[in-house]
């Protein structure tokens, strides 16, 4: 069975410093990874999407892959509070998406 | 990327009764998806909605508690019947566009929250 597992936090950050998520997944098939983020109440919205080994940064957010560890990041810099909410990770194929429970990240003012 | 207009976005109904969730996109598009997510719980793919053909269910899901309509490239229906209190979740209408190595990235439309009593 395809896991992604995330540590569900919360995890709580002070403004202004790097959050860091992980995940790891159980599918050496997957080939391709994805962050939404999902505000309380909200549908999830893609904010990253990584395929290859290394990183790959957008803005203030940087995907991390490591195929090898099945493992992927994200790295939030200059934390906000409007970054506070569940990040999901999700990875897969052709086959379709699996993801995560989510971490819970909280950004102290 | 494609906009996604879901209704209703929330509903309370009755134990045994049914609800009907539609789901209309702003664009013609090939895949189109329902999911789940619990309370607490991640998203869970109900099954994949096929134009002009019957829905693929994933495990543990079938048709005849969840049955689904495609009718056209930009419209699906999601019915939940029978209705239990453990129905009671979100349900969300996604559609997915092809990246590289064929994955699907998926958009989400807002959710349905469903209660159950």
């Known amino acids: 069975q395809k896991e992604v597992e995330q540590n569900s936090g919360p995890l709580s950050v002070p403004e202004g410093a790097i959050a860091s998520l992980n995940c790891t997944y159980s599918?050496?098939?997957?080939?391709?990874f994805f962050w939404y983020r999902q505000y309380s109440g909200k549908s999830p919205e893609l904010i990253m999407s990584?395929?290859?080994?290394g990183d790959k940064e957008d803005g203030r957010f940087t995907a991390q892959l490591n195929k090898a560890s099945q493992y992927v990041s994200l790295l939030i810099r200059d934390s906000q509070p409007s970054d506070s909410a569940t990040y999901l990770c999700?990875?897969?194929?052709?086959?379709?998406?699996?993801f995560g429970k989510g971490t819970h990240l909280i950004i102290q003012p | 990327s494609a906009v996604i207009s879901q209704k209703p976005s929330r509903d309370i109904c009755q134990r045994g009764t049914s609800l009907t969730i539609q789901c209309q996109v702003d664009s013609q598009v090939t895949m189109m998806f329902w999911y789940r997510q619990q309370p607490g719980q991640s998203l869970t793919l109900i099954a994949t909605a096929n134009q002009g053909s019957e829905a693929t269910y994933e495990s543990g899901f079938v048709i005849d508690k969840f049955p689904i309509s495609r009718p056209n490239l930009t419209f699906s229906t999601l019915t939940v019947s029978n209705l239990s209190p453990e129905d009671s979740s979100i349900y969300l209408c996604?559609?997915?566009?092809?990246?590289?190595?064929?994955?699907?990235?998926?958009?989400f439309g807002a959710g349905s929250r469903l209660t159950v009593l």
């Open positions: 990584i395929y290859s080994n």
């Open positions: 999700a990875g897969g194929g052709a086959d379709g998406l699996t």
């Open positions: 599918d050496r098939g997957s080939q391709s």
């Open positions: 996604s559609v997915g566009g092809t990246v590289q190595s064929g994955a699907n990235v998926l958009t």
